[in-house]
């Protein structure tokens, strides 16, 4: 069964915007985690965030992690048309990340 | 580091039909899961190998799924008397535990379709 939920189910921007994801779940996390998956591919890691972060940053990301309302929020600055893709959350219990649970994601458009 | 690999890419089979997956992980990571990810849903996890050890398995392996790790390296999947219910996107994933993060590589998938 799915964890996370992610919130909302599709999002369309214009490049140059920030485009703002959520995921929430409902079970205690010991990390959680973003991947980007382009249409009909494999999914792409993007960032880990541990239970005891709350905000970590990688490049134009920005992850934000609430224990305390089992949410997530996952920030994409100055959107580019190539960040056109899916987006999801995944949570794991503990840290061998063995039992991943996906939520069904966010479709992000960036036109052009 | 060439990246998780899996084939066929794309499948397409009768109903009844037997058809086998495999996936070739990162060579020196010593986990290999295996997801089923259907149209506009996230992945959902079927199984996790530890070197050739199958050390769990969702209840959504039927006993028509069977997969297999032999030599702790490739692994496949294997559906018998598929159903049209099981045309999804089977993707694999592999894992080393020297990573503190742990973090799963995923192929680009074997897209299923059952007529």
């Known amino acids: 069964s799915q964890q996370g939920e992610e919130d909302p189910q599709a999002l369309s921007i214009q490049e140059g915007e920030n485009a703002t994801m959520n995921c929430s779940y409902k079970?205690?996390?010991?990390?959680l985690q973003w991947y980007r998956q382009n249409s009909g591919r494999g999914l792409v890691h993007l960032i880990l965030?541990?239970?005891?972060?709350r905000e970590k940053h990688s490049g134009r990301l920005r992850v934000t992690l609430d224990t305390s309302k089992k949410s997530s929020s996952l920030l994409i600055t100055a959107s580019r048309a190539a960040d056109t893709a899916s987006y999801f959350c995944?949570?794991?219990?503990?840290?061998?990340?063995?039992?991943?649970?996906f939520g069904a994601g966010t479709r992000l458009t960036v036109k052009p | 580091d060439t990246g998780v690999s899996q084939n066929p890419r794309h499948k397409i089979t009768k109903r009844g039909q037997n058809v086998t997956f495999r996936c070739d992980p990162i060579?020196?990571?010593?986990?290999l899961y295996w997801y089923r990810q259907t149209l506009g849903q996230g992945p959902e996890f079927l199984t996790y190998?530890?070197?050739?050890?199958?050390?769990?398995k969702s209840r959504l392996l039927s006993d028509r799924f069977s997969a297999e790790r032999p030599k702790g390296s490739f692994s496949t999947l294997e559906i018998q008397r598929t159903e049209q219910g099981d045309s999804a996107m089977y993707l694999c994933?592999?894992?080393?535990?020297?990573?503190?993060?742990?973090?799963?590589?995923f192929g680009p998938g074997t897209r299923l379709t059952v007529l």
């Open positions: 994933a592999s894992s080393s535990f020297r990573r503190p993060e742990d973090t799963q590589y």
């Open positions: 079970t205690s996390i010991n990390n």
């Open positions: 965030i541990r239970s005891n972060e």
């Open positions: 995944a949570t794991a219990g503990d840290q061998n990340n063995n039992d991943m649970r």
């Open positions: 060579s020196e990571h010593n986990r």
């Open positions: 190998f530890q070197n050739e050890a199958q050390l769990e």
